[in-house]
């Protein structure tokens, strides 16, 4: 991601909440020790946001592994909160992005955050309409030293293009996977660029029962459809960068191994009849 270097692959701390993203984790130590265990596996890209919880993941990054190794860089993102409902409604205001920005400083403990993704949209998808006001607040937050690098989430083409004219940008942060394929010619555009593609939940929008395919070339590889799902997207695109979030050691090991694998050409074919 521009310089900022790290690892295909990452991992997604969302899931250290409560049920819903939500709460505290039922087992805070455990938590703690999937973050510690991902640093020890070698993953340099954890990827959060202060609204998880809200707060609880910044800060069970921060207990488990503050002061971070000069190798870890993570990832937050700002333009959305969480209401008693357990909604997410939108929040890119100039002074709500400000105040996103100093909380997960607080949070983290850092003094600059390595990575901004400005959440765009909706809890149903990326929308259509100008992220100028809240990327150019950003750009100002990175230009006073707070934010070394930015990013979009949950963004449209036109949104993309339209933060271009605006200011760089290091990633892309959308839903996509095996089964969820729209985003195809913009992972190539971007790739073109250098600009680093980071799915969200790719694991999400098929399981075993739902996809023969992957399930017959987990079978002939004798491993999860899990791991042949990442593997799928390592494969994809080498500006592809993964996120799999899990709070348990040993599913976070067990995903892990998705980056060993390499899938035959016709591997690859079987899959890709699962998203066309």
Request: hydrophobic content about 40%; proline content about 6%.
């Amino acid at each position: 991601m521009g310089d900022l270097t790290v690892a295909r692959f990452g991992y997604g701390a969302m899931r250290l909440t409560g049920p819903g993203v939500m709460g505290p984790p039922a087992d805070h130590e455990g938590a703690l020790a999937v973050l510690r265990e991902a640093v020890r596996l070698g993953i340099t890209h954890i990827d959060t946001a202060d609204a998880y919880g809200p707060h609880v993941t910044n800060r069970l990054i921060h207990e488990a592994l503050h002061p971070y190794p000069d190798a870890l860089h993570i990832v937050t993102k700002v333009g959305a909160v969480r209401d008693e409902q357990g909604g997410w409604p939108t929040a890119r205001e100039p002074d709500d992005l400000r105040r996103a920005v100093h909380g997960n400083l607080e949070n983290l403990g850092v003094e600059r955050l390595d990575l901004v993704n400005l959440r765009l949209g909706d809890a149903e998808g990326p929308q259509p309409g100008s992220l100028a006001t809240a990327y150019e607040t950003l750009v100002e937050l990175q230009r006073q030293g707070l934010i070394r690098h930015l990013g979009l989430s949950n963004a449209t083409a036109g949104q993309i293009a339209e933060a271009q004219t605006i200011a760089p940008f290091v990633c892309v942060q959308n839903l996509y996977n095996l089964a969820v394929r729209h985003d195809d010619d913009l992972v190539d555009r971007l790739a073109e660029q250098g600009i680093a593609y980071v799915p969200f939940f790719p694991l999400g929008g098929f399981s075993p029962l739902q996809s023969a395919a992957l399930s017959a070339v987990a079978d002939r590889l004798g491993t999860r459809p899990m791991s042949v799902a990442l593997a799928w997207l390592l494969q994809r695109s080498p500006n592809i960068l993964l996120i799999p979030g899990t709070s348990s050691v040993a599913h976070l090991r067990e995903n892990i191994t998705g980056a060993g694998i390499t899938l035959s050409e016709r591997d690859v074919a079987e899959l890709d009849t699962i998203g066309r």
